[in-house]
C-alpha cells in the first residue's frame, strides 16, 4: 500500500464547481502539504500544514482551502473551480531533519481537469 | 530574477556518459538543498540533499555546491536509459516562522541507449 494515497487519480469537472482532493497517510508525519505542478511552471506549494492545529498558506494558495481533519489527512477543496486551475495536484509528507530540511514524500497524484 | 532556475532541456547524453545539471538560487539564506528525480506521469523521489560547500558522493550521484556563486550541480556517472527523467533542484531556507522550499522548473535528461 502507497504511505501518502490521493483520491482520486483523476477528475474532470467543469467551471464553477466545488472540488475536494483528499490525502491520507501512513507515515505517522506531522507535517503535510499541497503542490500544484504545471507544464514549464514546476511544482508550486499552496498550503501546509506542520500539525492538526497548523494551517499555513503557499505562495499561490487563492483560489484554494484546505483541511487538516487529523494528522494523517490533509484535504484540499477548490470552492468554484476554474480552467486555470486544471494541474496535476501532489500530496506530500516530510518529517523535520533537525531544521536543515526535511525529505518530502509525494503521492501519486490528482490529474484534475476543469472545462 | 527567478528564484530557482535550471535549464529546462532536453539535455541528452549517450548511455555511459556523465550528465550534469546545474541550479542556481537567489536568496543568500538559503541552507539547503535537494535535488528530486521525477520519471514521467510519476510524483517526485528525492535523490540528493547537501547542505554544505563541496560534493556529495552517493552510488553514482554526486552533489556540488558552491554558496558563494549560489550554485547547486548534480552529476550523474555512468548515466543509465533509466536515469531518463525530470530532475528538479529545491532550495531551502531555515529559520524564520515561514516554510519556505522553492522547487526549479525541472531539467529534463534522456539517456541514449
Known amino acids: 500500500d502507497a504511505d501518502v494515497t490521493q483520491t482520486p487519480r483523476n477528475r474532470i469537472t467543469k467551471t464553477g464547481k466545488r472540488i475536494m482532493l483528499e490525502c491520507s497517510q501512513t507515515?505517522?508525519?506531522?507535517?503535510m502539504y499541497w503542490y500544484r505542478q504545471d507544464p514549464g511552471l514546476g511544482l508550486r506549494l499552496i498550503y501546509y500544514?506542520?500539525?492538526?492545529?497548523?494551517?499555513n498558506k503557499g505562495e499561490i494558495s487563492d483560489g484554494y482551502s484546505v483541511s487538516r481533519q487529523a494528522q494523517a489527512k490533509f484535504s484540499l477543496s477548490l470552492e468554484s473551480a476554474i480552467p486555470n486551475q486544471t494541474a496535476l495536484y501532489f500530496c506530500?509528507?516530510?518529517?523535520?531533519?533537525?531544521?536543515?530540511?526535511?525529505?518530502?514524500?509525494f503521492g501519486s497524484g490528482t490529474q484534475l481537469s476543469v472545462l | 530574477q527567478k528564484e530557482v532556475e535550471q535549464n529546462s532541456g532536453p539535455l541528452s547524453v549517450p548511455e555511459g556518459a556523465i550528465a550534469s545539471l546545474n541550479c542556481t538560487y537567489s536568496?543568500?539564506?538559503?541552507?539547503?538543498f535537494f535535488w528530486y528525480r521525477q520519471y514521467s506521469g510519476k510524483s517526485p523521489e528525492l535523490i540528493m540533499s547537501?547542505?554544505?560547500?563541496g560534493d556529495k558522493e552517493d552510488g553514482r550521484f554526486t552533489a556540488q555546491l558552491n554558496k558563494a556563486s549560489q550554485y547547486v550541480s548534480l552529476l550523474i556517472r555512468d548515466s543509465q536509459p533509466s536515469d531518463s527523467a525530470t530532475y528538479l533542484c529545491?532550495?531551502?531556507?531555515?529559520?524564520?516562522?515561514?516554510?519556505?522550499?522553492?522547487f526549479g522548473k525541472g531539467t529534463l535528461l534522456t539517456v541514449n541507449p
Open positions: 506530500a509528507t516530510s518529517a523535520p531533519d533537525r531544521g536543515r530540511g526535511e525529505k518530502l514524500f
Open positions: 507515515k505517522g508525519h506531522d507535517r
Open positions: 500544514s506542520f500539525d492538526v492545529k497548523d494551517i
Open positions: 536568496d543568500r539564506g538559503s541552507q539547503s
Open positions: 547537501i547542505y554544505s560547500n
Open positions: 529545491a532550495v531551502k531556507r531555515s529559520g524564520g516562522s515561514n516554510y519556505k522550499l522553492t
